[in-house]
């Protein structure tokens, strides 16, 4: 009969683990403490993980901490974690200690005992590359956790997040262009205002993303600023001199982030202010994107017995019980991804406040929900620009009978007749349901020629203040 499970040692005595995963004893006893809940944290912290394992190890061998055979091994096995390769073997929630040494130390025993089966050696050997003694070697948790939340949030905007964004802005100017003579009529407190165009209405869209971008590239000299050197509280107790400096040469050869050593350890081990910062630009940029998705929602509502000035296109879904019932369902998607990143901003908030004199103990949910919020924001993001906006249509005729039936068209006669006379034409169309134009007539305040010299609805348009 096979064996399944393998005993390892550790300080605290021998430990049962299954026999063909690579985490270690301190894993498995934080396996059996810690059963609480299912959130497990985003294959990107893994990832993040590999990059500053592989780091390390190259400039502990640069700085005679670690000697060639053993560096190259943890950086081989660090660079398969990196790659998505070990995933499976991080079987930990993000209910743990709020260092995060519990997964610091999954980290050191995977890499551990995959670099010394890269050796030749069994797994559970702790030998020739030991998890603490080696992969752990110059660093403390409390440096690396944070120094992994950096790496993971600066690699999820530049990778992700950042390219959706500037994808949406792309679709976004699309329609903006295809719209710019398309005349509508702008609302305001939800009712009947002034003839703008649509392509006004979408290129205000684009800005918004544009300006949410901005926002978020600003907060990464900070994200890109590196606690790893500090080790246990910031002092750099059992790091070699300059070890700082030659980790952030390496991050930067592996990643090419612009990454420097954070010049003051304690700040970046006690506090998450940079972290925060994220989450706030993110929490501005899901209101943003709320706020155009309910929009757009609206302007595509009916078709029939709603605003319908938009068209969706076909998602191929439909109701369970309406047949040829169409949704806008992307848009309800993105909705909802921004209304889960709000939250996730409280929650980042509150653990970003965590920082109780040296260090900060609510890391693993702080990194959790900011990861989690950037991901679903930007597949979301990904899918409402690609499969909505890009394929959205006006319904031309809807719109110039809106238009045309529109009483504040007459608000461009205020210079000519006066904000009293034209509430009278606004007040006689309204009552009638007839045109302002037929109005003005009836009341002898203007000829029909006057008027269409004088309400040129286009001109209106182009005159409105971006203000």
Request: glycine share 10%; with cysteine.
């Amino acid at each position: 009969m096979a064996q399944h499970t393998r005993t390892e040692h550790d300080a605290f005595g021998p430990v049962d683990i299954p026999a063909d995963r690579l985490w270690g004893a301190q894993t498995q006893r934080a396996l059996e403490l810690f059963a609480i809940g299912e959130e497990r944290f985003p294959e990107g912290l893994y990832r993040a993980f590999g990059v500053q394992k592989m780091a390390a190890a190259r400039a502990n061998l640069r700085l005679g901490a670690l000697d060639a055979q053993r560096a190259q091994a943890i950086a081989q096995a660090a660079a398969e974690l990196q790659q998505g390769l070990l995933g499976a073997h991080f079987p930990l929630t993000i209910w743990q200690t709020g260092s995060g040494t519990q997964t610091n130390m999954n980290a050191n025993e995977v890499i551990a005992n995959r670099a010394n089966q890269l050796l030749g050696h069994g797994l559970g050997t702790r030998s020739p590359v030991h998890p603490n003694d080696h992969v752990n070697a110059s660093q403390s948790s409390n440096d690396s956790f944070p120094t992994v939340m950096h790496l993971a949030t600066a690699l999820e905007l530049r990778d992700h997040l950042l390219p959706a964004l500037a994808l949406l802005r792309q679709r976004l100017d699309e329609r903006a262009r295809a719209f710019a003579d398309v005349l509508k009529i702008a609302r305001t407190h939800l009712m009947d205002a002034v003839p703008m165009t649509l392509g006004q209405g979408f290129e205000a869209f684009a800005h918004q993303i544009g300006h949410g971008m901005d926002r978020l590239r600003a907060t990464e000299p900070r994200l890109w600023s590196l606690p790893q050197g500090g080790t246990a509280a910031g002092t750099g107790l059992n790091a070699p001199a300059g070890f700082d400096q030659a980790f952030c040469e390496e991050v930067r050869a592996l990643t090419g982030l612009a990454v420097t050593p954070n010049p003051c350890k304690f700040e970046g081990m006690g506090a998450h202010d940079a972290l925060i910062e994220v989450s706030g630009a993110l929490n501005v940029v899901a209101g943003s994107l709320a706020k155009i998705a309910n929009d757009i929602r609206l302007l595509g509502s009916g078709p029939r017995c709603g605003l319908g000035e938009l068209r969706f296109p076909d998602d191929g879904l439909s109701s369970s019980i309406m047949p040829g019932k169409r949704n806008p369902t992307v848009a309800e998607v993105l909705v909802q991804a921004a209304y889960q990143a709000m939250g996730h901003h409280l929650t980042v908030t509150l653990a970003g406040s965590a920082g109780h004199f040296e260090l900060n103990v609510a890391k693993p949910v702080l990194i959790h929900h900011l990861l989690r919020a950037m991901r679903a924001l930007a597949d979301a993001v990904r899918v409402f620009a690609d499969r909505l906006v890009a394929g959205l249509q006006a319904d031309g005729e809807r719109l110039a009978r809106q238009v045309g039936h529109s009483l504040l068209q007459a608000t461009a006669l205020n210079p000519v007749l006066g904000y009293d006379a034209v509430a009278r034409i606004t007040r006689e169309a309204m009552a009638r349901d007839i045109g302002p134009r037929e109005a003005a007539v009836d009341l002898g305040l203007l000829t029909a020629q006057e008027y269409d010299r004088l309400v040129d609805l286009r001109a209106m348009a182009g005159r409105i203040s971006p203000l």
